[in-house]
């Protein structure tokens, strides 16, 4: 009997172990097929093609230009409003609200982050389009500046949860130790609790807006769908096309292995290598943040 | 007779914190062997050695030998689990099992395999009497443990202990968060125990080193300074350091 | 002058929490906006036919049973894959991993895929699932894919449930001559189980309202009966919402807004559950 125990350990001593390494094998499987069914594109598409600025698969135009600044424009505008409003709820949680507040306002914006895409794009095309239309006075209201205003409330909770993360695991000692030298409260946020706590804020930006350029149903809903090129502050106000949006919109009429197919996949690579980046960046900061911590206690 | 031989064992942590250098103890069946000093003198370490338990913390380096009658434990070869099953500890602060008393009390037996329960009824009462919490709990057995007082709480600890009849019990100030009454009757359930165990004990106080000690070990800074009859040591310590430690000049 | 600095120290505070003030209600309120407002829309939609009927007339009239029922099965299949998985993970990473670069890896590779965009999961599960694997756009192509977005959710918020029972315990259990797994499955595992439970609903939560991922693996535009095997394609709520509110002309706005009510019930009300589970354990909690 000992001996059958100990060999059921093992097998599951062996299991738990296998699934602790299946993360790095989803990660590279996800990178190897997004590979295989996005790379026969640079044979196919020249890089001079691929990299011009008009979008037009039916007439074998694959320009991504458009579709690169209409994701760059759409995540600025949400980055603009997710990152203040973020950073500040962050605070007024962490730092002001009083017990009762703070306990009704962290589950309201976890909720945020629970509501689907599509939802909020819904809302977005039968509510927000039009009252944007009349007040801006647009020929349509399905704009990049619509689909910011969106992405921003879709980034607000990652931004909200890491930076309040962050600011709660300022130790008490420095918010005392500031007061008692006379500081207001306010001082002492602004100068003691937000400055200890930026490389957690700064995690909490950089993955804000990691989750506004991979956010696909909202803006491929009330963006527009017009792969233009938007390079002027003024396009914020017209149609524009992210890569997310033409992945989902496209993806579903193609033809498997046709050229089309393949430029689809090139873009999903190029999104998950932005995606890489911004992680990889963000967890870095945090880990030299830990080392720095590890060598003052030690 | 010695029940445990330490020989020449040396430890370090992978951290850098508390190490052993080259101990020499042996520690008698059937009496209370006292291990005390400041903090920090690897008493701990040593109590964690004797039952492997150092084998969850990073070891950078270990050498040297702890014989229990007879056998190394330090041998890779070592029945681990057998060997926590002989060897029982009791720790500083009491740790109750989020479950009820007797589940507590039976949870070791189980992990061993032991099913009847019966056994396991008789194995409750018999180390709730030992350790002289029977009085106490017996009606309430399956009420959670967590609602005991930090005496009850210890007592229980150490009957959990009891009930897989080890051979050696080791305590690491096991009333260090207690009362002096709790304190009393966890000392005076040792007096009993040491008739049928080997007991070493770190205790929190020299006056508690003294109370208790048939033997007793004094550490500092990782050395074994001095290690005599608890009769001698408390009034006629041959080296200074013990001395200056019992009259309290430090520590 | 010393009072004047003191009020002038105030009127910044004051100013400065103000706006913070204002900032998290413009936050929060459009949250609160967009249920109720959901709700009073879709409200009239509600009827037992519209949960219990199947769609007629080009989904224009009738139900949306099958989107339901979709949504279901997708929620249960992404169960099926990525708690046993998500879970096993969080126990390495608590209990078993050392400190050293592959753990590291590790972790990085989880905040990568939590960071990896949904619509790219939908592409992966394309090329793997659909198309290497020849199971085709269905429920188990698309629940896996669903699995694996989700399984950063579950592995995180498991393994901070782990790493909360407290250390001693387990090196109680461990001193009482239980194995490291004996000590895991009877003491660890079942003092973290609700915060695991929490972390695996909110995991579902969020694939049950993903439309991005399923777009090319399972989601059916429309499918007038339920799905048969796990090889079939499945209508699901998400994308219905989405189909409705895009792809068919002169659709009835209340069966819109119906469709989304129900939607963000399903959503919510896991959400809610989770709460609820937390708080509860919170206050029974022995430690």
């Not at chain 1, 207001?184 to 990691?210: D, E, F, K, N, Y």
Request: aromatic fraction near 8%; include cysteine.
């Amino acid at each position: 009997m000992k001996k059958s125990l100990t060999w059921q350990e093992y097998v599951i001593t062996r299991l738990i172990k296998v699934s602790g390494y299946s993360a790095i094998v989803f990660v590279a499987l996800i990178f190897f097929f997004l590979l295989r069914e996005g790379l026969p594109t640079l044979g196919e598409v020249s890089l001079g093609d691929l990299f011009s600025i008009r979008w037009y698969p039916i007439e074998d135009y694959f320009g991504i230009l458009p579709l690169l600044t209409g994701s760059l424009i759409v995540t600025v505008g949400a980055g603009l409003i997710a990152v203040p409003f973020g950073i500040g709820t962050a605070i007024y949680i962490a730092e002001i609200a009083p017990r009762w507040a703070r306990n009704i306002l962290k589950p309201l914006v976890e909720l945020l982050g629970g509501l689907p895409s599509v939802v909020l794009g819904f809302l977005g095309i039968l509510v927000l389009s039009p009252i944007l239309r009349q007040w801006l006075d647009l020929p349509t209201g399905l704009t990049a500046f619509t689909g910011s205003l969106l992405l921003g409330g879709i980034a607000i909770p990652t931004v909200v949860s890491i930076a309040e993360d962050a600011l709660d695991a300022v130790p008490k000692a420095y918010r005392d130790a500031a007061l008692a030298l006379g500081a207001t409260h306010w001082q002492t946020i602004w100068r003691v609790t937000l400055p200890a706590a930026r490389s957690g804020v700064l995690t909490a930006v950089m993955l804000g807006v990691g989750r506004a350029i991979g956010e696909t149903m909202t803006v491929m809903m009330v963006t527009g769908n017009a792969p233009v090129m938007a390079l002027t502050p003024g396009s914020l106000f017209s149609p524009v096309r992210t890569m997310t949006a033409t992945i989902a919109a496209e993806m579903g009429e193609v033809a498997n292995g046709s050229v089309h197919y393949h430029v689809l996949f090139f873009i999903g690579m190029v999104l998950f290598l932005i995606s890489l980046g911004v992680n990889v960046a963000a967890s870095t900061v945090v880990f030299r943040q830990k080392k720095r911590a590890e060598r003052i206690l030690s | 007779m010695n029940k445990i031989a330490i020989e020449d064992l040396n430890l370090q942590y992978a951290d850098g914190t508390e190490s052993l250098n080259g101990i020499n103890l042996e520690v008698p069946a059937n009496a209370i062997t006292v291990l005390f000093g400041p903090a920090g003198g690897g008493k701990s370490s040593l109590l964690r050695c004797i039952n492997r338990l150092n084998d969850l913390a990073e070891v950078k380096k270990m050498t040297g030998r702890i014989l229990l009658d007879g056998g190394n434990i330090l041998d890779q070869k070592t029945d681990v689990i057998a060997l926590r099953r002989k060897v029982g500890m009791v720790f500083a602060r009491p740790v109750v099992l989020p479950m009820s008393i007797r589940q507590n009390l039976t949870y070791g037996l189980e992990l061993a395999g032991e099913k009847h329960k019966s056994r396991l009824d008789e194995a409750v009462e018999r180390s709730l009497k030992q350790a002289a919490l029977w009085e106490e709990v017996h009606d309430r057995l399956d009420e959670a443990a967590i609602a005991l007082s930090g005496g009850q709480q210890q007592r229980l600890c150490l009957a959990r202990v009891l009930a897989l009849r080890p051979e050696v019990i080791l305590l690491d100030e096991p009333t260090s968060g207690l009362d002096p009454i709790s304190t009393g009757k966890v000392e005076a359930s040792l007096q009993e125990l040491k008739k049928n165990y080997t007991v070493i004990l770190v205790p929190h106080s020299v006056q508690q080193a003294a109370r208790t000690a048939d033997h007793a070990a004094f550490f500092l800074q990782g050395k074994l300074v001095e290690y005599a009859p608890g009769t001698e040591i408390f009034t006629n310590p041959q080296d200074q350091r013990t001395e200056d430690y019992v009259t309290g000049r430090f520590g | 002058m010393k009072r004047f600095f003191t009020s002038n120290r105030d009127l910044t505070q004051r100013l400065g929490f103000s706006l913070l003030t204002l900032m998290t209600l413009l936050t929060v309120i459009p949250i609160i906006g967009v249920v109720i407002y959901i709700l009073v829309q879709g409200a009239p939609a509600i009827s037992w036919e519209f949960i219990t009927g199947f769609p007629r007339s080009g989904m224009r009239a009738g139900g949306i049973l099958p989107a339901i029922i979709g949504t279901f099965y997708l929620t249960l299949g992404t169960a099926i894959f990525s708690v046993p998985l998500g879970v096993a993970a969080a126990v390495y990473l608590s209990e078993y991993a050392p400190e050293n670069r592959l753990t590291r890896l590790i972790r990085l590779a989880i905040i990568n895929l939590a960071g990896i965009p949904s619509v790219v999961y939908g592409l992966f599960g394309l090329g793997l699932f659909v198309l290497f694997l020849k199971f085709g756009t269905s429920v188990l192509s698309a629940s896996l894919t669903l699995s694996i977005m989700t399984l950063p959710v579950i592995i995180s918020t498991a393994e901070e449930a782990l790493r909360a029972v407290p250390q001693s315990f387990r090196t109680v259990s461990i001193s009482l001559g239980a194995t490291r797994w004996q000590t895991i499955r009877r003491i660890v595992l079942p003092q973290a189980l609700p915060g695991i439970l929490t972390g695996v609903i909110l995991g579902l939560e969020r694939a049950a309202g993903e439309t991005a991922p399923i777009l090319f693996t399972g989601a059916a535009f429309f499918l007038p009966r339920l799905p048969n095997s796990p090889f079939d394609a499945t209508m699901a709520l998400p994308y219905h919402l989405f189909v409705i509110s895009t792809q068919v002309p002169e659709m009835p706005i209340q069966i819109q807004y119906g469709t989304a009510l129900v939607l963000l019930t399903f959503v919510l009300g896991m959400n809610l559950i989770a709460t609820y589970v937390r708080s509860r354990a919170r206050a029974k909690r022995q430690w």
